[in-house]
């Protein structure tokens, strides 16, 4: 199973007054971490919202286990849960570099849908290039 790797550091904007990652940050980290999977798959985001496909975010998921702190390097571990014609459900792994630990997880649920309509698709039947690609990261 295709499994990518995004390597950040803190901000110092991204910390609160208590010194930690604010949690709305995480989900900037997986955003990060998504393109950089998807890209795994040989097709950037704008590649396929240039194809007439969107991909928003139906859910979301983050588990808090440890505080990352400013400067703290980072390695988000993404990978593939389920992906079927119409949904791509990726997991997300926040590990801190300096003592390897896991200090957060979460999950992603995204639905295909038409850039004109808004209406979910198959992508199967809808853009089988796109759809070929993205069997690549199982």
């Known amino acids: 199973m295709y499994k990518s790797t995004t390597e950040l550091k803190v901000r110092y904007a991204e910390t609160d007054q208590m010194g930690i990652v604010h949690h709305s940050n995480y989900y900037v980290y997986f955003e990060a971490a998504r393109e950089d999977f998807i890209l795994g798959a040989g097709i950037s985001y704008k590649e396929i919202e240039d194809r007439g496909i969107m991909m928003p975010l139906v859910e979301t998921q983050c588990r808090y286990i440890e505080g990352a702190k400013y400067a703290d390097e980072l390695i988000i571990e993404t990978s593939l849960q389920e992906l079927s014609p119409v949904k791509v459900v990726l997991e997300y792994k926040v590990i801190r570099v300096e003592d390897g630990r896991l200090i957060s ?21 809808y853009n089988t290039d796109l759809w070929e690609r993205f069997e690549r990261l199982k």
């Open 105 to 125: 997880k979460g999950k992603t649920i995204q639905t295909f849908v038409d850039s004109r309509s808004f209406k979910i698709v198959n992508l199967k039947r």
